[in-house]
């Protein structure tokens, strides 16, 4: 009993110092996500609170933390743009409801089937937009509405080179040296960067009087306390405009949470519950909202930050939660001397380290079909809409696989020699099969064997082959002994080859059906449509069938 008292404690004193320490990179990170989203920066702060003490509380990673991150800069910074706070909130509180219906319904595990060059295509273009987005701040200019598009805010930059403020480069320059070198050349420094820059660069500011934008000259004060929770006003138009943007928000939340649950997997030995993840991030989407918070999602560098200051169980992060909220009560006053430009600072770092450059010239090489979703997902994020380039990045790759799956499946003419069948000299011999067949030609009877997944693509392929035929067969024999999955295409592929054979004068047996595959058809009601007699468990069965129906048509 003692035993498990002292584990207990080690384990709350391990949780509090990691929480501690997570809550120190949480606080400017969250400020800096918020405004980067065309937000307040206390927006982020009531994010981290309220969803980061949520998704801990409830969620199937023991050691994640949650709260806004950069994945949802570009859709946020679109949505305020166009419809302010208000949309953001019924946008968030859907995409919540989104989330927590994948979990509920236990999608967790189909997340994890988003292709790869999609993720890095759209990671890679958020982060181009969110480095574009800081330039602003970087070199001080006196930009007041940035619009979201990259092309309009290249132009701007262009236009405004004249206005760069020295001091601000000069602060600037120092701040992504300092964070860049610190992990390099002193990573035995326990206090986090982003919070060490902020801090000093804070100081030195404030004690030098250099006159650069602050977060209290930018947007004023700091809430010391989280509001009370409101309810937005609902208009049904408004719902129907947002809700390809929410569905975007819970994408990306979905995708993010559970790569970061799988990131904290690698680092403990533990397995996650990708349903039950879900469902936190969707209550986490729903509840923040309703306390002045921004979507949220599991943040992989505050994960990993968590797992290596010894966090054991998930009170860590409710923890980290808490101090936030200590620190917001007590520093409010001494948050709003945060120069501008070193939060720019930490979120241009970030952005360097979503882009991951190396790993996106690597896809580059990969096969081309793959190149070019990677490449389409990329601009279409940069150029056009972070939602447009989701949905057609997933798209994209659906018809690729398709396409993929088609070349895959095997589809081949097989001979099973039918006078030696006839003569009784081949595997088949002694079948009782009566007639005289010797006239028959060498076409009557064709025998396509379909070896991987059944669908449409390889319904294509077949109807090609039998046009490709000059005199059509007596008896297509079609058969199904290596086909693993046939859903409600495959079926719809069989009802095609079934009507072109109708249209040929040509008979459908079917062959290798195995007693689950006999149920779905007859289930579809295919099995009554072609006949009991012409769905067979064995080749042997298919071709006796197949010389029984040739010869009835040369009798006939």
Do not use: W
């Amino acid at each position: 009993m003692s035993d498990l008292v002292e584990k207990r404690k080690s384990a709350l004193g391990a949780d509090l110092l990691a929480g501690i320490t997570v809550a120190i990179v949480a606080l400017p990170l969250a400020m800096a996500f918020a405004i980067a989203s065309g937000l307040q920066p206390h927006h982020g702060l009531f994010t981290a609170i309220v969803a980061g003490f949520l998704i801990s509380a409830f969620g199937g990673s023991r050691c994640q933390i949650g709260g806004p991150t950069g994945a949802f800069v570009v859709i946020v910074y679109g949505i305020v743009s166009e419809h302010g706070y208000e949309g953001l909130v019924i946008a968030t509180i859907m995409a919540g409801v989104i989330l927590l219906a994948l979990g509920m319904f236990k999608f967790g595990t189909l997340i994890q089937y988003i292709p790869y060059p999609v993720t890095t295509g759209f990671t890679s273009g958020i982060a181009l937009l969110i480095f574009s987005g800081q330039i602003k701040d970087m070199l001080g200019l006196d930009i007041n509405n940035l619009p979201p598009e990259f092309i309009s805010q290249a132009v701007i930059y262009i236009r405004s080179g004249g206005d760069i403020d020295g001091a601000t480069l000069l602060l600037g320059f120092c701040c992504v040296t300092g964070l860049l070198a610190q992990r390099r050349v002193f990573p035995t420094i326990p206090i986090p960067a982003p919070f060490l820059i902020v801090v000093v660069s804070s100081v030195i500011v404030y004690i030098f009087d250099i006159q650069v934008a602050t977060i209290g000259t930018r947007f004023g004060t700091i809430p010391d306390t989280l509001p009370m929770p409101s309810l937005p006003t609902i208009n049904g138009d408004l719902l129907k405009e947002l809700f390809p943007s929410a569905m975007t928000i819970a994408l990306l939340g979905a995708i993010e949470s559970l790569m970061s649950a799988v990131v904290a997997d690698g680092m403990t030995g533990d397995r996650h519950e990708p349903n039950r993840e879900l469902t936190a991030q969707g209550l986490a989407n729903i509840i923040s909202p309703l306390f002045g918070g921004m979507p949220a999602t599991g943040a992989i560098a505050r994960t990993a930050t968590n797992i290596k200051a010894g966090a054991r169980t998930s009170s860590a992060g409710m923890i980290h939660a808490i101090i936030l909220a200590m620190f917001m009560y007590f520093f409010a006053g001494l948050i709003v001397h945060i120069p501008m430009v070193a939060l720019a600072s930490v979120l241009i770092v970030v952005a360097l380290n979503m882009a991951d450059i190396r790993e996106f010239m690597r896809l580059l090489k990969a096969p081309r079909s793959d190149a070019l979703v990677l490449v389409a997902t990329f601009l279409l994020t940069v150029l056009i809409d972070l939602s447009v380039a989701v949905q057609t990045g997933v798209a994209l790759s659906g018809l690729l696989f398709i396409r993929r799956m088609s070349e895959v499946t095997e589809l081949s003419v097989v001979d099973h020699r039918l006078a030696e069948v006839l003569h009784g000299n081949g595997p088949q011999a002694g079948m009782g099969v009566s007639g005289d067949v010797a006239d028959l030609s060498s076409h009557s009877i064709v025998t396509y064997e379909i070896n991987g997944p059944f669908f449409f693509g390889v319904a294509d392929r077949m109807v090609s082959s039998l046009h490709s035929i000059g005199d059509r067969p007596g008896v297509l024999i079609l058969r199904l002994r290596y086909v693993p999955i046939i859903d409600a295409t495959g079926m719809h592929a069989l009802e095609k080859i079934h009507e072109e054979c109708k249209r040929n004068g040509t008979t459908l047996v079917l062959s290798g059906v195995a007693p689950r595959l006999h149920d779905v058809l007859s289930h579809y009601g295919f099995c009554k449509e072609i006949g009991e007699e012409n769905v067979t468990s064995r080749i042997e069965n298919a071709t006796a069938r197949a010389i029984q129906i040739c010869n009835e048509q040369t009798n006939g």
